[in-house]
């Protein structure tokens, strides 16, 4: 594969944000750097996090590299016209502290196309209600890393849908305590078990739903 | 009775000086510290290896030193014996008494971390085989020049500012006292901790009823949650913590 493909997948930022750069100067399309590398290298990362090839120290340099490539190649997209994958506002639920995990995902979204808003951690329902409005958001998505603060999922969800906003945008669930049944019983449209298949779902979601 | 104890190590000191008032006769066995890192299937994994280990001809029940920890007790199974388990959601909470004074403190203290003798001497004592995997999956545990060490300078340095970034959103760290201590000299650690973290101190009264009736088959239902053979645990994420569910 490519130079930036392998960039990514060694979590190298240098080489990748260089890969892009030379490709953006040959010619190559800002939209085809994304979907025809990024992308697929997103993907064998996650692969390799799922058979446990690689862990949390790997996926976070792999999107550190795959955020350098895309600083450069984001201006590109913006010209050319290109839509985002959809639009996410994500955060850590209120009473929560704990963002790394948010932060690999907020990553791995980016790198696969999509435009975030972090709203960072221990966030509010009311301001989640306000990000989906203010960013037309047609994804959310939710973090917790304590059982104890798995309730403010619940509350962000009766908020959302309190708005009249679940048309508009979908919800997914993660966090380590976090399971599938929780997801189903607080009514969440999604649940990812880790980050590696977040934009797999995040890209389900938004096709299912709404358009943006 | 005879009763097995299954405890965090982390609460070594509390259930020894509960156990050793106990009117019945308590069998401890103490798993490693941060079992709950390894995610909640590993943890329960562990757990259930450890409660089936019990003889059921020579205990009448297996009472567990955890509380809902992060999932890791969802799904355990009661095979031959009861099982008995606090309603709590962290060790924390079982500290503080119960969960009602935790989950008020906690909603009033956003961005504290808690000390306890336990999280301060048996800091960095998990048997090598669950540290090395815990550090491996989550990067958690590792020093700034492992990681230079593994990953290079650059991203070195990157990874451990972003496992270690989440402690810029604490702002306090509260000391647990239950009167066990010795000295005061836990307390000066943690005091010591909060002045190099740059942290506001508190040091939080302890409440040792949670533990002294568990050992003592006090088992109200309000407080404990009693796993028949043949049920499970199953989360509730209200305000009873967790329920028993018929293993269909």
């Known amino acids: 594969m490519s130079d930036l493909y392998e960039a990514i997948l060694n979590g190298n930022a240098p080489a990748a944000a260089e890969a892009a750069r030379k490709a953006l100067e040959g010619g190559t399309a800002a939209l085809e750097l994304v979907q025809g590398h990024m992308v697929p290298a997103m993907d064998e990362v996650g692969r390799r996090f799922e058979c446990e090839d690689y862990f949390v120290p790997e996926l976070l340099l792999a999107a550190r590299a795959m955020k350098a490539a895309l600083a450069l190649i984001r201006p590109h997209l913006a010209s050319s016209g290109a839509q985002p994958a959809g639009r996410v506002v994500i955060g850590t639920v209120k009473g929560d502290l704990h963002d790394i995990g948010k932060n690999i995902v907020a990553s791995m979204l980016e790198g696969g196309g999509f435009e975030i808003t972090d709203l960072g951690a221990d966030v509010a329902p009311e301001k989640f209600v306000d990000a989906v409005r203010a960013h037309r958001a047609n994804l959310v998505c939710l973090s917790a890393l304590l059982t104890v603060t798995m309730s403010s999922m619940k509350t962000t969800i009766e908020a959302l849908t309190a708005a009249g906003l679940r048309g508009q945008a979908k919800i997914m669930v993660g966090g380590a305590p976090v399971t599938q049944r929780f997801a189903d019983e607080i009514g969440a449209d999604g649940y990812g078990e880790n980050a590696a298949v977040a934009v797999a779902l995040a890209r389900k979601l938004v096709t299912a739903g709404a358009p943006a | 009775m005879r009763l097995k104890l299954i405890s965090c ?240």
Not at chain 2, 70 to 93: E, M, Y
Not at chain 2, 159 to 165: A, I, P, V
Not at chain 2, 175 to 200: C, H, K, N, V
């Open chain 2, 9 to 248: 190590e982390v609460l070594y000191r509390e259930m020894c000086a509960a156990v050793a008032r106990s009117p019945h006769q308590v069998d401890i066995e103490f798993l490693p510290k941060g079992l709950h890192d390894l995610g909640g299937s590993s943890m329960r994994a562990r757990l259930q290896e450890a409660a089936d280990r019990v003889d059921p001809t020579q205990y009448e029940a297996v009472l567990l030193g955890y509380a809902l920890c992060g999932n890791g007790v969802a799904g355990l199974v009661s095979h031959a014996l009861p099982l008995v388990i606090p309603r709590a959601h962290d060790c924390i909470a079982l500290l503080m008494g119960g969960r009602n004074r935790y989950q008020s403190y906690f909603e009033n203290h956003p961005g504290v971390y808690f000390r306890s003798t336990g999280w301060l001497e048996r800091g960095e004592n998990l048997d090598q085989a669950t540290l090395g995997v815990v550090r491996d999956k989550t990067g958690a545990g590792y020093t700034l020049e492992d990681l230079i060490a593994r990953y290079g300078e650059d991203n070195g340095r990157y990874l451990f500012e972003q496992f270690n970034g989440y402690q810029r959103n604490y702002r306090q760290l509260a000391y647990i006292a239950t009167g066990l201590e010795p000295d005061g000299s836990f307390e000066q650690r943690a005091r010591e901790e909060a002045t190099r973290r740059g942290w506001q101190f508190e040091t939080i009264r302890g409440d040792l009823r949670l533990f002294e009736r568990l050992v003592a088959g006090d088992w109200d239902e309000s407080d404990f949650l009693v796993v028949p053979p043949g049920w499970r645990v199953k989360p509730t994420y209200d305000a009873g913590i967790i329920e028993k569910e018929q293993v269909p």
